[in-house]
Each structure stands twice: as C-alpha cells, then as structure tokens.
C-alpha cells in the first residue's frame, strides 16, 4: 500500500458494527509532532501540553485520560476520550487500521459512518485526512480497504467531494456554475442537490479525481497556518452492494471529513476576505458546539440548522450514522487544545442509532386501508368518494404513513408501540434524540367525547375521566364498541404519578384549544345526506374551510345529533383509525411536524415533545 502502510487486520480491535443500533460517537485525539519552526521558537524544547496519564490496555474498547498542561501558567485539565494517539511516527495510519477500518464492513451491509477531524488551525486536520504524496491520509486509506473489498463482494464504488465554503456547498469533482443545494427529505435525511457522483473502479482512478477536487478546494495563508484549508472538506464514498436474493443493491457511505480549523483572529491577522473566512468557519464551528451542547443535555430542540455544516453532520451527530471524531492538536498550543478536547470529551456522550440503509418496504398497510375504503364507500353507492378519502388522508394520516403499521395491530401494547415509536422516530426524523429517555404517550383519548372533539389529553387524567358507566374503551380499530377493555383501563389506571403531572391539566386544556381547530373543519350535514355510515351511525364529515363551530347546546339529544357526535358515538373502524392516527401523530411527530398542526405554535410543541421524552409511554385508548 501506498506510504509503506502494512494492512494487517489482526492489529484492529474487534469492533463489529452492528446495523439497527445504538452507538455513541466515538472520540479519538490525534497529536500531530511539533514543526521544525516551532522546534526552533521553543529553543528546542519538545514538551508537548498533552499526555496520557491513564491508558490501560491496547485494545480501542477502553477510555483514555487526557492530561492537558500549560507550561506557562501550570494550568492543567483531564478529559476522558476513547483512545489518544501521541505524536509518535505514522500515528494516522495507527489510526486508520484501529479506528477507521473497523467501519469499512458495515458499508457493504448498507450502514453509514463519518470520519471528521476537529479541531484549531494548523493542529494536522488535512494531513490526518487527506495525508501527503508520502503518507496518505485516512481518506485514500479508506478508499484503498474499500476498493480492495469490493473485488471479493462485487460492490461498485462512487465517489462525490465538496467543500463548504462561506456556509455554501461547491462540488470539488465537477465545476458547476451552481452552489450545491443541502435539502432534506421527509425522513430527516440530508440529500445534495446537484452534486457529482463519480464512479471509481481502481485507486488510480480515484486518485485522479481525489486530487483534481484537493487543487480546486480553497486554501490560503494565514498567520497560524502556510496552507490552511478556509473551507470544511467532505469526501463521501458510496458502496452499492448487491444482494443476495437478487433485490436492489443497499448503499452505504462513509463520509470522510476534514474540517477547517478555528481560528483566533488576534492571532492569524486575518484581514479582508480571509477574516471574513475565518468568521463563516467560527460560526459554523460555533453551531456545530451548539448542536452538540443541545445533544447533551436532551434538549428538545437541536439547532441543526444553524449552519450548512451542521445539517451535513445531522445524521452523524444524533443520527444514524456510526461516528468516529479525531479530534487534533498542536502539542505546543494549550488553549486551543483545551477548546478542542473539551468539546471532544462532550460529543463522546452522543448517541447515534446505527441503522442499515436497506430500503423500508412501502408500508402496505395504508394502501390496504385506502383499498378498503374506498371499497367500502362504494359498495354504499356514495359519490365524491375521492373527496372523502382525501379527507381521511389528512394531514395527519398523511404524514406519518409508517405509523399505519400501528392500525392492523388488534390491540395496543405498550412496549409495541415503544418500539414503533423508537423506529418511527428514529426513521423519520433524527432531529430530536429523545430515544435514550424513557418515551411517554403523551395523550390518549379522554373517557368523553366533548363537541371539540377533546379525545386528546395527557396520560395521568385517567381518574377524572374513567369510563362511567355506558362507556365503553375501544382498545384499537378492530374494538367493537362494548368491549371494552378491563386491560386498558387498569393499563391507564396504571399511570405513574410523573413530574408532568402538575402541567397536565394545563396542557390538556391547551391541547384541548390547539387542537379544536379541527372541529372546524367538520361541516354539519343534514342527517339525509350521510357520508360515511356504519350500521346505525351516521358520519358526516368532509373538509371545508374553517368556520366558527355551532354553538354547543345543552340539550343532549340536539348534541347528539351534530356531526361530530355522530362520529364520535359511532364504533366504526374508520373513526377509531382517524382517531388513533391523530393520537400517533401527535406522539411521533417532530416538532416541526407538530407546528403544522393549527393551533399548535412554537412553544405547544416544544413543549409536547418535552413531555414525550419525560415520562414512560402510556397506553392509547378512545373511549365513546
Ligand atoms: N504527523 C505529521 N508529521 C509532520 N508534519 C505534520 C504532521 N501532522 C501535521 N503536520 C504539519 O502540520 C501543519 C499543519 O497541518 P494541517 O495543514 O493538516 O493543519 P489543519 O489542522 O488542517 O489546519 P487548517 O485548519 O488551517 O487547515 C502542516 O504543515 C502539516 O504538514
């Protein structure tokens, strides 16, 4: 191999990843030796500011403490990492083959990773990742491991590297007149819109490419650094594996990225477009302690989208990708490898849910319920069934298609629906890491059913509205109306006393008004023109747009008769299926999923994933 590097597999730690799990972001520090110039300022003096005082054994498994200590003031700090790499010879190929080989495998079964190096100009980002003529880098490493394994499985291999320049993205393989566009998908993943991907059979071909992309990425001089990188470097390398059964090839990419350093302008004596570099390369780094501040202290908010870089790293840093981040220091820079380690040492506590990228079948299920009732409406002869079935496909029923897997299930169990929600969740939005808490069901359906369609409230209300007598529990759609289910009732009876439990009845009736706007869109119809009938129930609804409710009345058989009433007295399937799919929307939804509801605004729905993520799941049940 290149750079005199010996591939020797049995000197890597075991370190199987292992696809659909969780996996903390694993933190290393490199130190790179100190420069000939620097040698010469210090008078020759080679004490570095970082050691190990604490590294039991070879094996990657262990911690390592850090030690860092200023030779002027005697100010000393200890960090806990993953593994530390000192400054002896050829620490970046150590690095690769205990660190960055171990995530080669699991791109083949379709698993993402990301390699980045952090930390202040000059510390040896670049050259840990893109590495010399003479000591190649974690980046052609990687793609030499990657290229040898594709001969043995008959994966083929892409390459795509950009840069993120002044908080935009610019292709380094194809010069394009364009920036590249960073968008995201329903699912939370991070797509770039324009950007080349190109194939690579051999790694002269690859060097080709890689090198061509290195000379257009922007580098300049400053005060800290000949040749410092004034963009972030991402290398992305996609491994299409064919299947065995013969079913579309599975993708998996490993991101390698090098980013620009921080720098401290009193020092670089930046001026002009280079300060205004410095400032875009701070502030995104600044986004990126951010993200991982927010990550760390559960918050339900993480601001991703601070910055281009942050929402590239997103599947990295609470994701689904396995992360490694080698963070890199300058021996003889004590502040700025405080800042680093420091920050290292927090994104240690992250975890990320390792998922194969294997394609999610089409969830039958909702073409089946469609089917069905579309089925149905016409066996009844009605028309503007489309109509109908667009107003079954809400808002609600529409975003959240995964969660129609919930619908075949006869009953709700809780650990069930755990799951569903930790898969829907991570699945579909990776923004809010709320997994590793104990997940709460903050609503489920309150004993009655008031005009305002006030079937939503937080768990822990069960006392004051248990089912009285006549009221029945419907378990799931497939309930009927009577069975009610003991099970559910002692599983709400059950309800932990949780710290929420104060807020709950504001919340309830602030639910009660976010979510009232519904209501609204249910017109009434004249009892002879149903829409939907269900043995001696009538529903009538169809969107319209939002009008004042009728005034509710206090006569019980005039309420009874409103459209809403029909519909929430009636047994059908279809009710329970709006409802419970209502009920998991609100339960799954990311926060900006929850903004698009009407009524519910910023703080409504920060404040409703808080509560999912404070106390356990609770069960789901509608009553009549
Ligand atoms: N192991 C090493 N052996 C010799 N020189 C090294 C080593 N590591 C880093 N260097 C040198 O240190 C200097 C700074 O490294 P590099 O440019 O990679 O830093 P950087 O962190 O990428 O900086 P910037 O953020 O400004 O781009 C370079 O001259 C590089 O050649």
Redesign the pocket.
Known sequence: MEGGLVLDSSATPAKAMNPNSSSKVRVIVRV??F?PHEIAANNGDQTPCVSVIEQECESSTEEVVVYLKDKESSRNECYRLDSCFA?E????GRIFYREVSPLIPGLFHGCNATVF?Y????????????G?DE?PGLMPLAMSTIMSMCQCTGSTVEISYYEVYMDRCYDLLEIKAKEIAVLDDKDGQIHLRGLSRVPVKSMPEFYEAFSCGIQRRK?AH?G???????SHGVLVIAVSTPCDDGSAAVTGKLNLI????N?DNRRTCNEGIRLQESAKINQSLFALSNVIYALNNNLSRVPYRESKLTRILQDSLGGMSQALMVA?L?PGEYPESVHTVSLAARSRHITNFVRSAKKQETPKIKVDMEAKLRAWLESRGKTKSAQRIQALNSPLLGKTPNSFANVKKPTINLSSVKAKVMTNRSACNAKERTITVPFRNIFYNESTVDSNLESLQLAGDKEEGNAGAGESVLESNTSLPGEASNQEESSANNFDSSPVSERKSTLRSSLRKALSPLNTNIKQKPLNEPLFTNGDCTLLFEPETPETPPPVRNNRSQKTRTPLHKFTACGSNLKNVLLKEYIDFLNTANREELLELKGIGVKMAEYIVELRETSPLKSVSKTQ
């Open positions: 790179r030796p420069l400054q010879d050829n620490n970046v190096a930390g202040a100009t000059g510390s040896g980002k670049t050259y840990t990742m893109q010399t000591m580098v400053t800290l650094n000949d040749v410092s990188s004034r090098d980013l620009a350093g720098e890199c300058n």
